[in-house]
DNA sequence: CTGAAAGCGCTTACAG
DNA sequence: CTGAAAGCGCTTACAG
């Protein structure tokens, strides 16, 4: 392979010097018409790319962004990652990946590891609550979903977006209802318990209201639904909200081996609206995190020069399907 | 922000020159222990973190792989990410992840920025065939899952696998069977049919089977289903195998909806063993990619130094589980 | 507006 | 085994 063509390559065949191609490469106006013009025949002609690692040493920056998720493998986390891929592709920077398999360390080895790469910004979906991560960065950082050290966070209104579905299961008539909440150790967790509990309260001191703490993922729904729906009858409660899709679907198919018909005999909430909560039977009625709005904010955020950049809210929207119905007699 | 420390001051500090420093950093064992100490010392000392940039500016050559997939949301790409990643972390490497929402283009433009930040190798799962493409590329890419391009495979070996849900289902009493085909431009869809068909004509010419063109999504194995299954049941196969779990799924919505059991009435079977198909209602038989050994293979692969890389094909396994039972008389 | 030159932080022949 | 020096390909004050 012939040596890739460089800007003094470029220059030579202008007839400039490897300043003024620079500054054209630079889009600077402050370049002659007639010389801008030769130097972009050259770049043509030569099939001229710019070596972005040089730049990167000169400049210190790169056109990455650097992504921590725990688990790529969630399709909520999926969904987002995807999200963040568009958006900084608007912004012509590539994404790095990484995963922290819901393990503290690794993330931060991560963050390292991403400074060490100088990419441009960091976006990370933390794993858990760690107020007391000290970490000095160059570059921002900013936290997405999930609270990541003490950094500004771009999430899903938790709590309203809970609230919604507090207030869906109360019209609907249920009065015995469980909820099972994400880990405590996550502020979307308290958050979304918070919410829906704090809604529940308002709406009436009659209803009776069992919290069960679990994981986001499909077997701990799983696991609460089952316990739940071995009591008799007239003890189990007429709904389960959950704290995310995962669980929700969890505690379907606890109730579809228990044969619970739901929504007849019991109502069903999750919360995110993955793809998933559209196609599994029954159809999940859910409460939508718009992921395109909140990877779209982090990465503005990414690139805002502004220094005092705080926490942002959007809210979610309730999305009815069909495994909520009018609470049994 | 203090400046970072540089080679430079590791050298002074431990009153060697740059090169010998450079010399320890790259554990090169022609340095004097007394010196290669010194050092060390300095480097701790400083908390000196190498520049990887000026690094691969001068080598040519950085620490992260390319990964090009065809869409972050589908499960099973998802899961091959996962795996892609955890075998770049045993190599020390770092992921850059790119998505090229089975647009060609968008492909290769991947493949060119990912050229620009010279990545130290490309694993690409392709859209579609794509034989015509020629790209010259000073670092190595392999294709994974799908072919890209003419680069060496790294898959399971779908036909194998396909024929082993092929005998599952003829031992259970299936005659009339329809399969449900991936996109025959692609190598994947058209090895799995092929081996689904060839396998069911060796074991008998008296199965009706019928063949059926979707994409791997679950919207292609819901329509397709939900239109075989609206025939008298009579006419109606008494089997469908899917050419991924997605379809499967689909198809597994469209007998509910439809009131079709599965499996008394219906066997349907997928193909990949994503996480959701034990999750799903009935549980679905299938078969597993070997995510994990795909992914390991690729990478090491990328460093392998022989130049010449062949495909490889590594074997699925039938995983049995309730979506498939006897046949109806 | 443009050129000549320094310098980003490394690695690696080249001498010795 | 080690040091001095060149050079990877850019960008950006500094002069003019």
Do not use: W
């Not at 729906?229 to 579809?256: K, N, Y």
């Not at 228990?258 to 609206?273: A, H, I, W, Y």
């Amino acid at each position: 392979m012939s040596k890739m063509p460089t800007v003094k390559d470029v220059a030579e065949r202008a007839g400039v010097s490897v300043g003024t191609v620079s500054r054209v490469l630079a889009g600077e106006a402050a370049v002659k018409p007639s010389l801008r013009e030769k130097v972009n025949e050259a770049i043509v002609a030569l099939g001229y790319r710019p070596n972005v690692t040089a730049r990167a040493l000169r400049t210190r920056r790169t056109d990455v962004i650097g992504l921590i998720v725990p688990d790529i493998t969630n399709p909520f986390f999926a969904q987002l990652a995807a999200s963040v891929e568009r958006a900084a592709q608007d912004y012509r920077h590539s994404l790095m990946l990484a995963s922290s398999h819901d393990d503290r360390e690794a993330e931060q080895d991560h963050v390292v590891a991403f400074l060490d790469r100088s990419v441009r910004g960091i976006i990370a979906i933390a794993s858990s609550d760690n107020p007391d991560l000290q970490l000095k960065s160059p570059i921002p950082i900013i936290s997405l979903d999930r609270r990541f050290g003490a950094f500004p966070l771009v999430s899903t209104n938790h709590a309203q977006a809970a609230a919604l579905i507090a207030s869906h299961l109360f019209e609907l008539g249920h009065r015995r209802i469980a909820y099972v909440a994400g880990p405590p150790d996550t502020e979307a967790g308290r958050a979304r318990r918070k919410g829906f509990v704090t809604r529940m309260k308002q709406l009436s001191d009659e209803v009776e209201l069992e919290v069960f703490f679990g994981k986001f993922d499909y077997e701990s729904g799983e696991k609460i639904a089952r316990d739940l729906l071995s009591r008799s009858p007239q003890d189990r409660p007429t709904a389960i909200a959950a704290a995310s899709d995962q669980q929700a679907i969890g505690a379907l198919r606890a109730a579809r081996d228990l044969n619970v018909d739901v929504p007849r005999e019991l109502s069903v909430t999750g919360f995110d609206d993955i793809l998933l909560a559209n196609l599994v039977v029954p159809r999940l009625t859910t409460v939508r995190q718009p992921t395109d709005t909140l990877a779209r904010r982090a990465v503005e955020l990414l690139f805002s020069q502004s220094s005092d950049i705080g926490d942002e809210m959007i809210d979610g929207s309730l999305i009815k399907r069909v495994s909520t119905g009018p609470a049994p007699q």
